[in-house]
């Protein structure tokens, strides 16, 4: 919730000779101050630490600076900062704003439940109120408080996939079980410049298949993007294959690699009749290489139980991280004596398998760090069944669970899910995982914002707890950026009007309201050489009129527009 416009009158004025004084935690409050300086554009900028608020203070009222600004957060209580600013408890990403005389001094006073919250006050300071007038910077009046309509807004991505860093050769684009392709340093290029991206516009968390991998720097690379998300306030979720999908450590020569382990133990193997696939249904059925990325293990043996229960608390206490997302494998289920005897899946993935062994795994998650949060995937297109949901009823209350909608999936969930549903699925903590936006559903370069700020307006609405969607392609190309700022700002704040992004989000990038719903309209443009030599047309006058990154995108449209027309097909 806001409380205060962006039109309030004038607090303070900062000129390029002001000083400016923060009082924080230099260390916990890194990024924060990182984010402060570069809004400040250069003014000079002293930080106090908290603890030596008091022994400062008679100094800053002998010279004060030209403007005070106050951090806090769930690391350093507001009262030891500020006792009289202490707000009401704060989500760990929700924020409080205020400017008034504090001491006797102008103040901005920034509080977040935890370090995201006060990461996103500083950019939505910065963002969205600091004034820019000639060489001065203006701060208004403000009085705003804000917290997450969504608690959870996640990314998905694999490792392979995930093209963040253009300048690189490897790149690819879809697969569930390739090689990694990319240079050693490719893993940390990628995923920093994803994570500034989530931190900026607060998306929440990440999850990364293929987190631990050896030819992309192991448990090193890992460790250390841990630490840089981390201190930007965005949580990662390594994906994990239970009894699949390598494991624990996707690939190398590592104990908690799950072809390691099943070499040493050839008995443990899982036995499928029919080879390694999934079917989803916006695309044909997808059939892997026989190859070591395809190995599984048998869900009935306890040894395999053991074994991953020890891994995932490995895991948990040997890196920063802020969860972990759970699979069992979508690629076939075993069907040995004991599997068969226990259940009777006929799909290529079990929910009985899930009920058999995320117990005692989230049990070994929470051992290792107490503040997971614990994603089960529920796999897909099943949200709406509650007979077929019936085995999650006896997992764990506290863990997350996901269930994956594809395009074709949903109208129907748009159309028929509620909150009285939602009241009635086996647990408590639901959110939904899609493929709208992705190569699974042949839309990974394809606007589909209005569907995402569709669906995180559902999701608040029906008392679903937040959504996924993928990661994996660069904001630089403009119709993914427009993709998840939707996605981010309707899970921020539902209450949003699809009218209200365009010209409040997407109006500044785009050289304004109309330049945005033109540019919206142009990128859908049927693919016919008429229409797309017209869309060119208008594009090509933008990009004339437009300079910096309002023209960069424009250029983007109008590449992507010649790729379309030159795509076309020449018998036609």
Request: with cysteine.
């Amino acid at each position: 919730m806001t409380l205060s416009a962006a039109s309030a009158p004038a607090f303070t004025r900062i000129s390029p000779r002001s000083r400016v004084t923060v009082v924080g935690d230099s260390a916990c409050h890194a990024h924060a101050l990182r984010r402060l300086r570069h809004y400040l554009n250069g003014r000079a900028v002293e930080v106090i630490a908290a603890s030596d608020l008091a022994t400062a203070l008679p100094a800053l009222r002998r010279d004060p600076p030209d403007l005070v600004v106050l951090l806090s957060d769930s690391t350093t209580p507001s009262a030891e900062v500020a006792p009289e600013q202490i707000p009401e408890p704060l989500a760990a990403d929700a924020f409080a704003i205020r400017t008034e005389m504090w001491q006797g001094l102008p103040s901005l006073i920034l509080t977040g439940g935890g370090r995201p919250g006060l990461i996103y006050a500083v950019n939505e300071v910065g963002m969205r109120h600091l004034i820019a007038r000639e060489d001065w910077l203006e701060l208004p009046t403000l009085d705003v408080r804000s917290s997450p309509a969504l608690p959870y807004r996640l990314l998905w991505t694999w490792d392979h996939s995930t093209n963040w860093y253009l300048e690189q050769v490897g790149i690819q684009e879809i697969g569930a079980l390739n090689y990694y392709s990319k240079p050693r340093t490719g893993f940390l290029e990628d995923y920093r410049r994803l994570v500034d991206f989530m931190s900026l516009h607060r998306i929440s968390g990440v999850t990364i298949y293929g987190f631990l991998r050896d030819n992309h720097g192991g448990v090193e690379a890992a460790r250390e993007l841990c630490r840089y998300a981390s201190e930007r306030g965005v949580r990662i979720l390594p994906g994990v294959g239970i009894n699949a999908y390598g494991g624990i450590y996707w690939e190398g020569d590592h104990p908690y690699n799950l072809t390691h382990w099943l070499r040493r133990h050839p008995e443990l193997r899982a036995v499928f009749d029919r080879p390694a696939a999934f079917h989803i249904p916006d695309m044909p059925e997808l059939w892997f290489p026989e190859s070591h990325y395809t190995d599984a293990a048998c869900p009935s043996k306890p040894e395999n139980a053991r074994y991953h229960e020890e891994a995932i608390q490995w895991l948990a206490e040997t890196f920063d991280i802020g969860g972990i997302n759970f699979e069992t494998g979508d690629y076939g289920v075993c069907r040995c004596d004991d599997c068969r005897a226990r259940r009777n899946d006929d799909a290529t993935w079990s929910h009985r398998d899930m009920e058999m062994l995320y117990p005692r795994l989230l049990a070994a998650a929470r051992r290792g760090r107490p503040d997971l949060w614990l994603v089960c995937e529920a796999y897909w297109d099943n949200l709406l069944d509650l007979d077929r949901l019936s085995p999650l009823a006896g997992l764990p209350e506290d863990a997350i669970y996901q269930f994956c909608i594809n395009r074709s999936y949903w109208p129907r969930v748009r159309d028929n899910l509620t909150r009285a549903h939602v009241e009635r699925l086996p647990r408590p903590h639901n959110v939904v995982r899609t493929h709208m936006g992705s190569q699974w559903n042949h839309e990974r370069y394809e606007l589909v914002a209005d569907r995402f700020a569709e669906l995180m307006q559902l999701m608040h609405r029906t008392g679903m707890e937040g959504a996924t969607i993928f990661g994996e392609v660069s904001a630089f190309s403009t119709v993914n950026e427009i993709n998840y700022l939707a996605f981010a700002r309707f899970g921020y704040q539902a209450d949003l009007t699809w009218e209200q992004f365009v010209s409040e989000d997407l109006g500044p990038l785009l050289g304004g309201t109309e330049a945005a719903q033109r540019y919206l309209t142009l990128v859908r443009v049927p693919a016919q050489e008429k229409a797309l030599r017209t869309a060119l047309g208008e594009a090509n006058e933008m990009v004339a009129s437009r300079t910096g990154d309002v023209h960069r995108r424009w250029v983007w449209l109008q590449n992507r527009l010649y790729q379309k027309l030159m795509m076309l097909d020449s018998a036609s």
